[in-house]
């Protein structure tokens, strides 16, 4: 019997159980659990892999936690700018956004881009004009407010400083300490179609419209059917002159490696090398899961038919 599954990742970094408390832990767990279970309830009701990923990433860009969606990290311009990207395996279809202001759930703007755009990637007002014209919610500036990573944008804001999602204020402790909280779902449903979805508010004090690797097809986000469906996470910029979500792809069809093998090689030696921190989640159209990040900690979690369900954030 086919297996299906969902996996997801929070961000990954230098996450260290001794930073953390049992509370902010415990809220972490349970938004893991609850877009984990978003996901999983598509996938058993059996609905496709791409419905499964964009239903938990909603659920994760509704959480204050993760930076996507409602948590979303500032810009230098102090305003509230993301990307998304979803990937169906089955068909090589493609959606995506890129710094996109007041949308409600990203995501769901990427999969309108998808369905109904004949594009791949709408940016800035164009994409926003596109939202409006599709119906997609948007919310005020207010509800994309967070006192903790307001702070974040506030210690850096006058410098030429950007950053990576974090709790620590300067950049020697941010180097030490980094924590990137894009979220991304990955799935492989009853019918074993695949499909991959990321979402971000990119990184605190970014300017001239940066945009990082989550929405960028082949770098922060792929599917293929015959392969894997990825979903990355980390330093952006690293993530994109890799091509890592469609290497580990290309490992995979051209070399015949593993899921597991040929995240192995692109995260824990290609981006080693190029000091590309972070880490990556996968599938395959058997239900093979791959959770691989060269950073001290992701927040990350699956659950599948064969009843396992879990979640981890320490390495
Ligand atoms: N990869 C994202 C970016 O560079 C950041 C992250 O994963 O947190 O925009």
Known sequence: MQKYTIVIHG??????????????????TEGLQQ???????????GGSA???????????????LFNAGRGSVFTKKGVNEMDAALMDGATLDAGAVAGVRNVRNPILLANEVLLHSNHVLLCGKGANDFAIKQGVKLEPDEYFFSQFRYDQWKAIRDTDDYQLDHTHEDMEELMKDKKFGTVGAVAC?????????????????KKYGRIGDSP????????????????????????????????ISALMEYKRFSLEEASKEVVMNKLVKMEGEGGIIGVDAQGNVAMVFNSIGMYRGFKSSDGS???????
């Open 11 to 28: 961000g990954a970094g230098t996450i260290l159980k001794e930073d953390m408390t049992p509370e902010l832990e415990a809220a972490y």
């Open 35 to 45: 877009a984990l279970d978003a996901g999983y309830a598509v996938l058993e009701e």
């Open 50 to 64: 791409v419905n499964a990923v964009k239903a938990a990433v909603v659920v994760m860009e509704d959480n204050i």
């Open 189 to 205: 449903d009853k019918d074993g179609n695949i499909a991959a979805a990321t979402s971000t508010g990119g990184m605190t004090n």
């Open 216 to 247: 960028i097809i082949g770098s922060g986000t792929y599917a293929n059917n015959n392969t894997c469906a990825i979903s990355c996470t980390g330093h952006g910029e690293k993530f994109m002159k890799a091509v890592t979500a469609y290497d």
């Open 309 to 315: 369900n879990q979640i981890g954030i320490y390495g």
